[in-house]
């Protein structure tokens, strides 16, 4: 059993095909095949799409003679295939204020991506409000108003304990007086109590529809990469949770090349409207099918 690091460092495919690149051909048997389905399952993939990318690459080729640099091309083609579908920036509406809701476990890097965003909007002429709707934590708080500075954006807070719906209000309230292009509201990412979350988000989604019955435009989830098959689980919760539009994944610049992508891709068809590649404000990218499965493939 190699550990998925390993796959990682190695790039998913040189131990399966070793060095040769264009010269060396082997034929594609179902032992090769069967070794290519462990290599995308152990790289987060998920079963049933390493099943389904293998049968696809095996179509018409069983037992012809393939390069491993073949191998790799029709590879990163089945995964640039699938994440195409689902590789799509935020939409943006011409409503005033756009509301973006934030929804993610803790830790997944909410805050981050709140203010990478808002950074990025500013750059693009966008004036914005964040709300610091996470009011239970009051070091979640003190985070999004050091990003706040950092994007030049103000950041709505309330006491500590207080309902997080009343100061999404409060939030739209002032985002409309200011004639804000975009309001970003964080929210908890307590999952323990899901039902607590559940009324919470719910009521937040309430308030904010007596301003503008078209909020929230968007519903973000976070998502950490590196939790690998984890963020199947979150998926499937939050959507209870929440109306999920839209993901982000984080910490795609550490060891995870992020084989749950084309796992989530799959399965949910979410869009996935931007990438977390570090811990600085400019460390927010697009999401690009090609780069991803390049990457992936090594
Ligand atoms: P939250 O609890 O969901 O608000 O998560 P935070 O935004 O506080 O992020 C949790 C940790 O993950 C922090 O240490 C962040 O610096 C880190 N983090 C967030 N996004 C990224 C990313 O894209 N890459 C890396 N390397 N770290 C990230």
Redesign the pocket.
């Known amino acids: 059993d190699e550990p998925q690091d390993a796959v990682a460092k190695a790039g998913l495919l040189s131990r399966l095909t070793g060095q040769g690149g264009a010269v060396v051909k082997r034929e594609l048997d179902d032992d090769m095949l069967e070794q290519l389905e462990e290599l995308l399952i152990a790289s987060d993939m998920g079963v049933d799409t390493a099943l389904r990318v293998t049968a696809n690459i095996a179509e018409g080729r069983l037992g012809k003679r393939v390069s491993s640099d073949e191998i790799k091309a029709l590879l990163a083609g089945e995964v640039a295939r699938i994440m195409e579908t689902v590789a799509r920036p935020m939409p943006l509406y011409a409503s005033k204020p756009q509301v973006v809701l934030i929804v ?10 709140i203010g990478k965003l808002a950074s990025q909007f500013r750059a693009a002429g966008k004036s914005v409000v964040i709300a610091a709707g996470d009011t239970f934590r009051a070091a ?1 708080v003190e ?1 999004l108003q050091v990003w706040g500075e950092r994007a030049g954006v103000p950041v709505l807070t309330a006491p500590e304990g207080s309902d997080p719906a009343s100061l999404a209000f409060d939030a739209m309230s002032k985002a409309e007086a200011d004639g804000a292009d975009l309001l970003m509201i ?1 929210t908890a ?1 307590r999952l323990q109590n899901r039902q607590d979350l559940m009324e919470e988000l719910a009521k937040i989604v309430r308030v904010i529809r007596k301003k503008d019955p078209d909020a929230p435009h968007n519903t973000l989830l ?1 998502l ?1 990469a590196t939790t690998g098959q984890n963020a199947i689980n979150q998926v499937e919760t939050f959507q209870k949770l929440a109306d999920v539009s839209g993901l982000v994944m ?5 060891t995870a090349k992020g084989g749950i992508l084309v796992s989530l891709a799959d399965k949910f068809g979410l869009p996935i409207h931007a990438i ?4 600085q404000i400019d ?1 927010l990218q697009p999401f690009d099918p090609e780069e991803f499965a390049a990457a992936l493939i090594g």
């Open positions: 993610g476990v803790n830790g997944a890097g909410k805050t981050t991506t979640a985070q964080d990412g976070v950490d984080t910490k795609l610049d550490g977390g590649v570090g811990e460390d």
